[in-house]
């Protein structure tokens, strides 16, 4: 046993792991507010990479400018898409705005080809390749710095989700009709969670687009990132974390022992597993609440 | 005259009338006042309507694909029979909905702080939880729990406080003592009592269980199948034949001060 290998594989799939984390936390946001699994999660992590592009590339804009701007344009675009389509869903069975976000996919999907294309695009970050050494264990830097990025998101969630609009957010989660009867305005904060969730997508986006280059690819994200989610919880953001880690290190451990065994392919059919298995022995996941027991 | 009615009346329903989904026809012209600063009961068995006409005053209504077909509400004078429910609570009118529907998932002090009004200053709500807590020292002990452990008790005296934190000028119970042991019946209506004294607070509390209500209210009125069919003060319903046999087990007839509406047959309404 190659112990050095093991940790190296471990260790990435960890930093992989926690980059699949930074998608599932915007799919945690949104579950929060609506119990929906937002289908248009990976869509709008494309369209954030995308928007980004535009305005590096098309406009010019230094990156360091470019990325806090299309965060901003989709915090809009969240709100937005709140305000259009969600809103004349109220009172809709759940499964109705479930078909809506997948509706809402396929568009962004569409839009993206109509507008840049179908050819991938880089995104040019600035990363080196250069290999990092933590002593004999090579660590991929764009890696390292993507699992930063999820990691302090991470951390800020918990502090905002303490903050007032945060406990009102959580308010809404738990039931709307007590919301309601309180004056907290549930439509704004369905449509904020969207925000901060289109927020996520951009800084997904852009590690993602850095990985694996811009195209419509970015938003088949989505089967990983849900996997994760669902593993975590759906509605915990520790648990989309924790999630994440452990499906990328079972993912890049288990590889390297099943994919000569099978010939290849083995990392989908763990994804699978894990799915499956979650939603069969704990469809709650890790971290996802129980609906607490009346006493 | 008939303005100086107006003034004293916080809130004014005037022959209100529901449509749940556009056919289910909930309440058929109910009429209720709440002159300011007392307490007024809303009674009547399962069904009669008394849950449909508060989501019409707090315009919760909306949330259940219900409407108002006819008739208006005023609030301090203003028509409000339109205005979203937001507005309604900004205006001063809260709601306690039926089964003590507090946020499970988060503390008594976090459910507390979800209901702030937006822009209420840390230092105000502050001091509106301390005043909470100095009403329910349960909740205080218990405030960084889980709310959804707290006790069916705990959990009513929490939607009532959740409730006072915006501040409202009538507060409106649906029935809070449901499945409440009597003694805890007895000491959150007290609380309320203390309340509506302390503070001048208008309370409009619907209510199953009649015998309770009616000892901490001023008036009552009985609502069947959707109309009001009684109106009294609470010392003429409780001693009257009919309010006995129903809802407080009793027997002797005494009409007096009550004033009679027809109590028309089921099968004609
Ligand atoms: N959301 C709803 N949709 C359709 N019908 C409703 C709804 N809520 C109540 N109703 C009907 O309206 C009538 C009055 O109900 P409700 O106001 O809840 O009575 P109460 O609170 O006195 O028990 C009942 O016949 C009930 O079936
Ligand atoms: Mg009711």
Known sequence: MDWVFLSELAINGALTGLLYSLFAIGLVLIYKASSVPNLAQGGLTMVGAYVVLALARDVGLPLWLAIPLAAVVMFGLGFGIERVALRRLAGRPVVMILMLTLGLDIFLRGTTLAIWGGTSRSMELGVSYDPLFLGDIFISRIHLVGAGVALALFVAFMLFFRTRTGIKLRAIADDYMASWSVGISVERGVGLSWALASVVAVAAGVIWGEIQGVDQALSLLLLKGLTVAVLGGLDSILGAVIAGIILGVVENVGADFLDPLVGGGSRELIVAAVLILTVMIRPHGLFGRHDIERV | ?269
């Open chain 2, 1 to 269: 005259m008939q303005e100086k009615v107006e003034a004293q009346n916080i809130l004014s329903m005037n022959s209100v009338e529901v449509l749940y989904d556009n056919v289910i026809l909930a309440i058929k012209g109910v009429s209720v006042q709440v002159p300011k600063g007392e307490m007024i009961a809303l009674l009547g068995s399962n069904g009669a309507g008394k849950s449909t006409t508060l989501k019409a005053i707090s315009g919760l209504l909306k949330a259940e694909r219900g409407r108002i077909s006819r008739g208006e509400i005023t609030f301090q004078g203003a028509d409000i029979t339109e205005a979203l429910a937001q507005k309604r609570v900004e205006m001063g009118i809260c709601h306690v909905i039926e089964g003590r529907r507090v946020f499970e998932h988060l503390t008594p002090d976090e459910n507390l702080t979800a209901a702030a009004p937006r822009g209420m200053s840390r230092s105000t709500l502050n001091a509106e939880k301390d005043k909470i807590y100095a009403y329910f020292p349960r909740l205080a002990e218990r405030k960084n729990s889980q709310a959804g452990y707290l006790s069916g008790g705990e959990q009513q005296m929490l939607a009532i406080g959740r409730a006072l934190v915006t501040q409202p000028k009538l507060l409106m119970l649906d029935e809070p003592s449901l499945g409440l042991a009597p003694f805890l019946v007895e000491e959150i209506f007290g609380i309320l009592q203390k309340i509506n004294k302390d503070e001048g607070l208008s309370v409009l509390l619907v209510e199953q269980n009649a015998l309770a209500a009616l000892e901490i209210v001023s008036q009552g009125y009985l609502i069947e199948n959707g109309r009001v069919v009684m109106h009294g003060t609470a010392e003429a319903l409780k001693s009257n034949s009919d309010i006995q046999e129903f809802y407080l087990g009793g027997g002797e007839t005494d009409f007096h001060n009550v004033k009679h509406y027809s109590r028309r047959k089921r099968w004609l309404s």
